[in-house]
């Protein structure tokens, strides 16, 4: 999930933060489904991962959290970054998880609060 920071910091010194705002969502739907890769994510399994209440920062491992942060600093509003988005950001790859959090409430606010945990955990 190795996010090119230097390759952000030159779109962002070129073009100015908006840029790089407009980059981020990006960026960071590669990071979401390079960890749903390496997790091998399917329904039973991210079924599992919300009855648990697994902590999907806590699954990306330092490194990869170290490289969201390194993100995060860069932005501005991270307001985007919410189910929502997520949902849309796996359905191509994802279609059956992407699903499962559509149909099952418990499932969609579980991921919105991963969400903003991600979002707090980078700001630090």
């Given at each position: 999930?190795?996010?090119?920071?230097?390759?952000?910091?030159?779109i962002g010194s070129m073009l100015g933060k908006g840029a790089l705002t407009t980059v981020a969502p990006a960026v960071m739907k590669?990071?979401?489904?390079?960890?749903?890769r390496e997790g091998h994510m399917d329904v039973p399994k991210m079924s599992g991962w919300v009855q648990e209440n697994r902590s999907l920062w806590d699954s990306m491992g330092q490194d990869h959290q170290q490289e969201v942060k390194?993100?995060?600093?860069?932005?501005?509003?991270?307001?985007?970054?919410?189910?929502?988005?997520?949902?849309?950001?796996?359905?191509?790859?994802?279609?059956?998880?992407?699903?499962?959090?559509?149909?099952?409430?418990?499932?969609?606010?579980?991921?919105?609060?991963?969400?903003?945990?991600?979002?707090?955990?980078?700001?630090?």
């Amino acid at each position: 999930m190795a996010i090119d920071i230097d390759y952000i910091k030159n779109i962002g010194s070129m073009l100015g933060k908006g840029a790089l705002t407009t980059v981020a969502p990006a960026v960071m739907k590669g990071a979401l489904l390079k960890l749903f890769r390496e997790g091998h994510m399917d329904v039973p399994k991210m079924s599992g991962w919300v009855q648990e209440n697994r902590s999907l920062w806590d699954s990306m491992g330092q490194d990869h959290q170290q490289e969201v942060k390194q993100l995060a600093s860069k932005l501005g509003s991270t307001d985007w970054l919410n189910a929502d988005w997520a949902i849309k950001a796996i359905k191509g790859e994802f279609p059956g998880v992407a699903s499962l959090f559509l149909g099952w409430p418990k499932a969609k606010r579980w991921l919105d609060r991963q969400l903003e945990v991600l979002k707090t955990e980078a700001r630090k």
